[in-house]
């Protein structure tokens, strides 16, 4: 499949291909890309890795965005999903309905329908993501009892 990807991407006249993994779930493992000739370009907190395949050495190194600012997230609890996946809308749906039910928080869900929405998340999984006060609780997808336990915590 990765080399389907790098085909298609040279025929396309690209300059190269890029991936983000990390150790956690959900992600791919870097040790497919390596194996396949990507170098890691940049890091994003926690633990994002950039890889890229260049095919001219030229071009320039793709990056992450820098400001990753959870201000405009405001008070309350915040759910960002996309429609990525099945996974998502369920795991989205059970902390929505979690936190009306055992915590009295009704939920802003915001969707992501582009890549610009994308590009403005406040992680660089910019799938789904939970916020709480403007504080990140969850860059990947959680269940519903993970919730809970951070939210026992918190409140």
Request: charged share 25%; aromatic share 10%.
């Given at each position: 499949m990765?080399?389907?990807?790098?085909?298609?991407?040279?025929?396309?006249?690209?300059?190269?291909?890029?991936v983000?993994?990390?150790d956690?779930?959900?992600?791919?493992?870097?040790?497919?890309?390596?194996?396949?000739?990507?170098e890691?370009?940049?890091?994003?907190?926690?633990?994002?890795?950039?890889?890229?395949?260049?095919?001219?050495?030229?071009?320039?190194?793709p990056t992450?965005?820098?400001?990753?600012?959870?201000?405009?997230?405001?008070?309350?609890?915040?759910?960002i999903?996309?429609?990525q996946?099945?996974?998502?809308?369920?795991?989205?749906?059970?902390?929505?309905?979690?936190?009306?039910?055992?915590?009295?928080?009704?939920?802003?869900?915001?969707?992501?329908?582009?890549?610009?929405?994308?590009?403005?998340?406040?992680?660089?999984?910019?799938?789904?993501?939970?916020?709480?006060?403007?504080?990140?609780?969850?860059?990947?997808?959680?269940?519903r009892?993970?919730?809970?336990?951070?939210m026992?915590?918190?409140?």
């Amino acid at each position: 499949m990765v080399g389907a990807c790098l085909e298609d991407a040279k025929k396309a006249c690209m300059s190269g291909v890029a991936v983000m993994v990390r150790d956690g779930p959900w992600m791919a493992d870097r040790r497919l890309f390596l194996a396949n000739e990507f170098e890691v370009v940049d890091t994003a907190p926690p633990d994002y890795e950039l890889l890229a395949r260049k095919f001219d050495s030229r071009a320039a190194a793709p990056t992450f965005r820098k400001d990753w600012s959870r201000a405009q997230y405001g008070r309350g609890l915040t759910i960002i999903r996309s429609g990525q996946c099945p996974h998502i809308a369920k795991f989205a749906a059970d902390i929505a309905e979690t936190a009306e039910n055992e915590y009295r928080i009704t939920p802003t869900v915001i969707d992501l329908k582009s890549w610009s929405d994308a590009q403005e998340a406040p992680t660089p999984y910019a799938v789904f993501a939970v916020l709480y006060n403007g504080q990140l609780l969850a860059d990947h997808q959680i269940s519903r009892t993970r919730f809970r336990n951070i939210m026992n915590k918190l409140v």
